[in-house]
C-alpha cells in the first residue's frame, strides 16, 4: 500500500488518508512522473546545471593530468587507484542524496518545527555539507603532518606510494643540519602525496555538497505540489493523536462488549468521558498532550445492590512528530 505525504499511514490507492484524510492525488502524479522517465538521476542533477557529475568529470580530468604533475613521485598503481576512487565517490555521492531525496526534504521540514538540542542537531548536517569541503583541506594538512613526523607511517609510504625514480636528492652536512634538511626533503617528497590526499577528499565533498544543493531545489518544487507534512498542522496532528489515544484506551473496553452483545446487565465501565486538557510540542516537531478521562463504573455493593462510581485520570500522552503515539502514561 501507498504511504501519505502528510502523515506515513498507508492508505488505498486513489482514495483519502483514512487516518489523516490528507488528498494524495498530487503526491501520487509526481510519483508517477518520476517512474516514467527513464534517466530519474539526470532530471534530479539538472536541477542544479548537474554540478555533481560536471564535478566528477572535473576530477577525472584534472587527475589524468597530474600523473604529470604534481603527483609524479607516486607509483602508477596507487595514483590509478586515487583517481578511480575519487571519480567514483564523486558519482556515488550524488546517487547516494537523490536516493535520500524524500528524507532530507522531511529533514528540512522538520528543521522547523525542532527546537533545543533536536534542532541543533538538525542543523549540523546541512552544515557538515557547507563545510566538509575546508575539513577535507584541514584533514589533508594533518595527515601531511602526521607523515612527516612519523617515522612508521613514513616507512610505509615509502614501500607503498612513493615511486623511487623521483626519490630526493642526498643530503649532505652536520647531523643538525642532516635533520633540518631531512625534515624538509621529506616535505618536498610528500608533497605529490599531499596533493593527491586533497584530489582524493575534496571533490567527493564538493559533489556532496552540489548534490544537497540539488535535493534542495527538488524539495522547494515538490512543497509547491503536495500538502505539508502533519508536524507542520498543528491542528491535525492533535486531531490525529487524540483519535489514535482514544481508540487506543477503547481496547479491551467492557462497555463495547456489552454494546456489542446487548447485556445491560454487564459489570463495569458505563461511560467513559475526555477532557483533553493540555498541550505542547515537544523538540523533537512531536506533541505532548493531557488527558483527563472520567469515568463512570458500576458495581456491585456487598448488600447486592449496583451503584455507580466515578473515577477520574489524567493520562499524559506523547506522539512523535507524524502523530505516531510513542507513550501513554498515568500522571495521577
Ligand atoms: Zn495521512
Known amino acids: ?18 487516518r489523516c484524510g490528507a488528498d494524495n492525488r498530487a503526491w501520487e502524479d509526481w510519483q508517477r512522473g518520476e517512474r516514467n522517465t527513464r534517466w530519474p538521476l539526470l532530471r534530479f542533477l539538472a536541477l542544479h546545471f548537474y554540478m555533481p557529475w560536471v564535478i566528477a568529470g572535473w576530477a577525472l580530468l584534472f587527475g589524468l593530468i597530474g600523473i604529470v604533475w604534481p603527483w609524479g613521485g607516486v607509483k602508477p598503481p596507487f595514483l590509478v587507484l586515487a583517481i578511480l576512487l575519487t571519480v567514483v565517490l564523486s558519482v556515488l555521492t550524488a546517487q547516494d542524496v537523490y536516493a535520500a531525496r524524500y528524507a532530507l526534504r522531511e529533514d528540512a521540514l522538520l528543521q522547523r518545527v525542532r527546537r533545543g538540542k533536536a534542532r541543533r542537531a538538525g542543523a549540523a548536517r546541512p552544515a557538515l555539507a557547507f563545510l566538509a569541503p575546508a ?12 607523515l612527516v613526523r612519523s617515522s612508521f607511517l613514513w616507512e610505509l609510504a615509502d614501500w607503498f606510494v612513493f615511486d623511487d625514480s623521483s626519490s630526493a636528492s642526498q643530503i649532505d652536512g652536520t647531523p643538525e643540519q642532516e635533520h633540518d634538511l631531512s625534515t624538509r626533503e621529506r616535505v618536498v617528497r610528500a608533497f605529490p602525496l ?21 535535493a534542495e531545489e ?3 518544487r515538490l512543497n509547491e505540489r503536495v500538502p505539508q507534512p502533519i508536524f507542520m498542522r498543528e491542528a491535525l496532528l492533535v486531531d490525529v493523536v487524540r483519535r489514535e489515544a482514544e481508540h487506543i484506551a477503547q481496547r479491551g473496553n467492557p462497555l463495547e462488549e456489552s454494546r456489542h452483545t446487548g447485556t445491560s446487565a454487564t459489570m463495569g465501565l458505563v461511560s467513559r468521558v475526555w477532557t483533553w486538557d493540555e498541550m505542547d ?28 462510581r466515578s473515577v477520574r485520570t489524567v493520562y499524559e500522552v506523547q506522539a512523535d512528530a507524524w502523530g505516531c503515539i510513542t507513550s501513554v502514561s498515568r500522571k495521577e
Do not use: F
Not at 500500500?1 to 502523515?7: G, K, L, S, T
Open 218 to 220: 527538488y524539495a522547494r
Open 1 to 18: 500500500m501507498p504511504e501519505c505525504i502528510v502523515c506515513k499511514g498507508y492508505y488505498e490507492a486513489g482514495r483519502p488518508c483514512g
Open 135 to 146: 575539513i577535507a583541506i584541514v584533514v589533508t594538512g594533518a595527515l601531511t603532518v602526521l
Open 194 to 214: 599531499m596533493c593527491l590526499i586533497a584530489y582524493v577528499s575534496v571533490p567527493p565533498t564538493l559533489a556532496y555538497y552540489s548534490s544537497t544543493k540539488v
Open 281 to 308: 510540542r515537544r523538540d523533537d516537531g512531536g506533541v505532548r498532550m493531557t488527558a483527563v478521562v472520567a469515568d463512570t463504573k458500576e458495581e456491585e455493593s456487598i448488600t447486592g445492590q449496583v451503584i455507580k
